[in-house]
Structures are given as structure tokens and as C-alpha cells.
């Protein structure tokens, strides 16, 4: 017999507000992969690292894709975003699929 099992998640209201993040330095090891989120402000000497995440390989390519098929629904929604100073992609993010097989 299958179970319906549902995650439950507590936020707590000092994590409820969130940081703001324009920069994201990430690093790995065999093991793990760790991502510094860090705010660049003009006038600051150095960017700030206000999160440090620390994943396993596997859940960093879970994130990878969770991301990727986010972005493609809210460019289908609101438009592609587009990155200043850039080229332009020649490819629907929609489209990508992160573990390299092809559709």
C-alpha cells in the first residue's frame, strides 16, 4: 500500500523576511558544493556574504533543475529575462535539460 506522504516545512518568521542576494560565488569539493550568496553595494570596499548553502552533489543538480524549469515557466509567463552586458542566448532556458539527454 502506497502512502500519501506530504512534506511539512516550518518558516520562521526571522527567515520568513529573506536576504537580498546580487552575487552568488560558488565552490565545490568531491562531496559537496558549497554557495556563498553576497551583496555588491556601491560605495562598499567588498561584497558581503550574508548565506553560505552547503549541498551534496546530488541535491545541487536537483537545484540545477528546480531552477532551470522555474526560469522557463516564468519566462513563459513574463518574458525572457535578459542579461545586460551579455550576449543574447540563442536557446529557450525552457528547453535546456541539465543532465544532457536530448528531448
Known amino acids: 500500500m502506497e502512502e500519501n506522504k506530504q ?3 516550518e518558516l520562521k518568521p526571522e527567515t520568513a523576511k529573506g ?3 546580487n552575487l552568488a560565488i560558488i565552490s ?3 562531496s559537496e558544493f558549497v554557495i556563498d550568496f553576497a551583496i555588491m553595494l556601491p560605495g562598499l570596499a567588498k561584497a558581503e556574504i550574508g548565506n553560505r548553502i552547503l549541498m551534496t552533489p546530488e541535491h545541487a543538480k536537483r537545484l ?3 531552477l532551470a524549469d522555474n526560469i522557463g515557466k516564468y519566462e513563459s ?3 525572457q529575462i535578459e542579461l545586460p552586458g551579455s550576449p ?3 536557446f ?3 528547453d535546456f535539460n541539465p ?3 536530448k528531448s
Open 88 to 90: 543574447k542566448a540563442t
Open 28 to 30: 565545490h569539493s568531491h
Open 19 to 21: 536576504s537580498y542576494s
Open 64 to 66: 540545477l533543475n528546480a
Open 92 to 94: 529557450n532556458l525552457a
Open 77 to 79: 509567463q513574463f518574458g
Open 99 to 101: 543532465n544532457g539527454a
Open 7 to 9: 512534506l511539512q516545512l
